[in-house]
């Protein structure tokens, strides 16, 4: 390593300060608070995909107080299409917390941080390192691979000993000035010039010093997750849409695959919809559709879905079978701000209109 870890962070503050991202919403008014928020949306998703997501959030809920008042179907409502729903899902739990037990101000030491739901030592040190320029090392993918490449670490950054040296090496290089900037500047230069694929290392000034740089590893540096074969589930989607062309959804259980979520009934893909459909609701159909399959990624798992659509009758009976249930018939989000799994709103998209309706 030609480089010291003080040549380290003043290399990076310098292209930093010509080539570092300045103008992003979060860094406009940069409060702990909003900060707060674009690293929980940032968290595995990119920053082109989290600017209007966060630019809805923050004007709906401005402050910690604001979303601690709000219902979680509002707040999953404006979190949908970004995914990974549980990041939602702590935020709001965080903010209740708070507001109840730190009367609505928001920590200013590591630990106090990391006792909120959703935020480890990371996020953490970024918070912290963004908005009030403390010093804390972070480690997101981001930074694990500039470091990984650098220091010519060969293992997957996700193994438990690989995790603790680089902790080890991310606070050397943590300057003690110009926090917020070294901290962003890290964060920028593996999400712009030290990508994963087809790394830009002519641009990147830290590459007189990269061990993968100056021995072409760069390609094999860092490795790859161990790859294990994703197993492929079914489901099938009940559509149930009624007279008035109003679609019967049904909250998710508050963990799991889109946990807390609205969506169709589930059943399984060798059960009969009619049959389900009249068991669980109390609802006739007079027909079934089965549409298109498709398929959605999870991390550990792929489902195919298979929906049917299923034209019913609701009256006065089925209601009553429906009140003890986590049920309600959705005609749009002109008349429900209701969180959706990103399936189930395109779907509803491409229903066609009801026969007579």
């Not at 917390?97 to 970024?126: C, Y």
């Not at 320029?133 to 650098?150: M, Q, T």
């Not at 021995?215 to 008035?244: C, M, S, V």
Request: with cysteine; glycine share 8%.
């Amino acid at each position: 390593m030609t480089q010291s870890c003080d040549a380290f962070a003043a290399a990076l503050l310098v292209w930093f300060d010509q080539n570092g991202r300045k103008h992003l919403p979060w860094q406009k008014m940069r409060t702990p608070y909003r900060v707060w928020v674009s690293e929980i949306m940032l968290q595995q998703t990119q920053v082109g995909t989290v600017i209007p997501y966060f630019e809805r959030f923050v004007a709906r809920f401005p402050d910690v107080e604001a979303l601690a008042a709000a219902e979680q179907d509002e707040v999953l409502h404006l979190w949908s299409g970004l995914g990974y729903y549980s990041r939602a899902r702590n935020l709001h739990a965080a903010a209740r917390r708070v507001v109840t037990e730190h009367r609505g101000k928001l920590p200013t030491d590591i630990d106090a941080w990391q006792s909120l739901p959703g935020i480890g030592r990371s996020t953490a040190g970024a918070i912290l390192a963004l908005s009030r320029g403390k010093r804390h090392p972070i480690l997101d993918g981001n930074v694990k691979r500039v470091l990984c490449r650098y220091h010519g670490i060969e293992t997957w950054a996700g193994e438990s000993e690989t995790g603790k040296a680089l902790w080890v090496l991310a606070e050397s290089h943590t300057p003690k000035r110009r926090l917020a900037a070294y901290t962003q500047a890290i964060m920028d230069l593996g999400a712009t010039v030290c990508v994963r694929q087809q790394p830009r290392c002519r641009a990147c000034p830290l590459r007189r010093g990269c061990s993968a740089f100056l021995n072409r590893a760069t390609d094999a540096i860092p490795a790859p997750r161990p790859k294990k074969p994703r197993p492929l589930r079914r489901t099938r989607f009940l559509i149930l849409r009624d007279q008035d062309q109003a679609v019967l959804l049904e909250r998710r259980p508050p963990s799991g695959v889109w946990g807390g979520l609205w969506g169709f009934p589930e059943c399984p893909v060798e059960a009969d919809p009619a049959r389900t459909c009249a068991e669980r609701f109390g609802l006739k159909p007079s027909g079934a559709s089965y549409l298109k399959p498709r398929q959605h990624g999870f991390t550990h798992f792929r489902l195919q879905i298979e929906p049917v659509l299923l034209d019913v009758n609701a009256d006065a009976n089925a209601d009553r079978i429906m009140e003890a249930r986590s049920v309600l018939w959705y005609k749009g989000a002109s008349s429900n701000r209701l969180g959706l799994a990103a399936p189930v709103g395109r779907i509803l998209g491409e229903l066609p209109p009801r026969a007579g309706g």
